[in-house]
Nanobody
Framework: QVQLVESGGGLVQPGGSLRLSCAASGNFFSIYAMAWYRQAPGKQRELVARLPNGGSTNYADSVKGRFTISRDNAKNTVYLQMNSLNPEDTAVYYC???????WGQGTQVTVSS
């Protein structure tokens, strides 16, 4: 069993940056593929970035070049660095592990002036 807790969301102006963190508790964190999803109001949940353990990262086209996913297995934490944010990035961001088996509760990101 893995429990995930996201943090780092908030209100930011267009063009700004945020770093989301997802702290995992439980065993075998290092073997899980980790990912970030988001869900905007009235829209379906979408994959933002995925980081397999030992594999290459995948990003949604809308965030390529602006977002970076990374992990620190020693800290059982995965990060999402978000730069050049725009209002279309406003959503609840969720951390997942194990290909969507485990989910966090989500953290709100609002990009607005």
């Amino acid at each position: 069993q893995v429990q995930l807790v996201e943090s780092g969301g908030g209100l930011v102006q267009p063009g700004g940056s945020l770093r989301l963190s997802c702290a995992a508790s439980g065993n075998f964190f290092s073997i899980y593929a980790m990912a970030w999803y988001r869900q905007a109001p009235g829209k379906q949940r979408e994959l933002v970035a995925r980081l397999p353990n030992g594999g290459s990262t995948n990003y949604a086209d809308s965030v390529k070049g602006r977002f970076t996913i990374s992990r620190d297995n020693a800290k059982n934490t995965v990060y999402l660095q978000m730069n050049s944010l725009n209002p279309e990035d406003t959503a609840v961001y969720y951390c997942t592990a194990g290909g969507g088996v485990f989910w966090g509760q989500g953290t709100q990101v609002t990009v607005s002036s």
